[in-house]
């Protein structure tokens, strides 16, 4: 049960390049997330998926798409790459409701 | 708006020592809580959480937090950590009944000594 999956694990763009992160979960969750994480900041969300076929904004979603393809999967598009979007990037899932998240490894995300 | 605030962005110690992390929320309604743990190189993971119910939870690996309402506050402890614990740790807010969107603070680094 590999539980929440983040691909690349690793990446290194320039400015004004694009870019799709890829999040698959395999737990049947119905609510997926999108964070990044800076140093002296913890994480903020960018859009988050309460249920298959919506999607939300979060608290920075400025620079960034993202696509609920379907139940599994949640993307996390960059349109046009900047320095300021240097960091790392976590998805995360859950059932629902108040249940705890779930996160992936991670996307360590660096733009020259 | 919302707002986590972690009061020690670094804390050292020395195995044995005692542990208090210190966590206060902003936010008029009911809440769930949550307290994570991210070991070096590791993604997040769900050290305790609290809904309703007895204010003091226990988590895993030791750890315990009390939730005080009149405070807005949910701070972890741990009576004698380990090196093991060296990790940073997050602590988290939702409105209850929302659509679950996490509030983090900012973290807090901790590193144990032998």
């Known amino acids: 049960n590999a539980g929440v999956t983040q691909t690349p694990k690793f990446q290194v763009l320039k400015t004004g390049q694009s870019m799709t992160l890829q999040c698959a979960q395999d737990?049947?969750?119905?609510?997926m997330y999108w964070y990044r994480q800076d140093p002296g900041m913890g994480l903020r969300l960018i859009y988050y998926?309460?249920?298959?076929?919506?999607?939300d904004k979060g608290e920075v979603p400025n620079g960034y798409n993202v696509s609920r393809l379907n139940k599994r999967e949640f993307s996390l598009r960059l349109e046009s790459a900047a320095p300021s979007q240097t960091s790392v990037y976590f998805c995360?899932?859950?059932?629902?409701?108040?249940?705890?998240?779930?996160f992936g490894d991670g996307t360590r995300l660096s733009i020259l | 708006a919302q707002s986590v605030s972690q009061h020690n962005h670094h804390v050292i110690l020395s195995e044995a020592a005692s542990l208090e992390l210190g966590c206060n929320y902003s936010?008029?309604?009911?809440?769930?809580l949550f307290w994570y743990v991210q070991y070096p190189g590791q993604h997040l993971q769900l050290l305790l959480k609290?809904?309703?119910?007895?204010?003091l939870v226990k988590g895993i690996k030791g750890f315990e937090a009390e939730f005080i309402k009149s405070k807005f506050s949910f701070n972890l402890r741990k009576p004698s950590v380990q090196w093991s614990d060296t990790a940073e740790y997050f602590c988290?807010?939702?409105?209850?009944?929302?659509?679950?969107?996490?509030?983090f603070g900012a973290g807090t680094r901790l590193a144990v000594h032998p």
């Open positions: 995360a899932s859950t059932t629902g409701g108040n249940q705890p998240q779930h």
């Open positions: 737990m049947n969750h119905n609510s």
């Open positions: 998926s309460a249920s298959e076929g919506t999607t």
């Open positions: 936010y008029g309604g009911t809440v769930n």
């Open positions: 609290y809904f309703s119910g007895d204010p």
């Open positions: 988290a807010v939702t409105p209850s009944g929302g659509y679950n969107k996490l509030i």
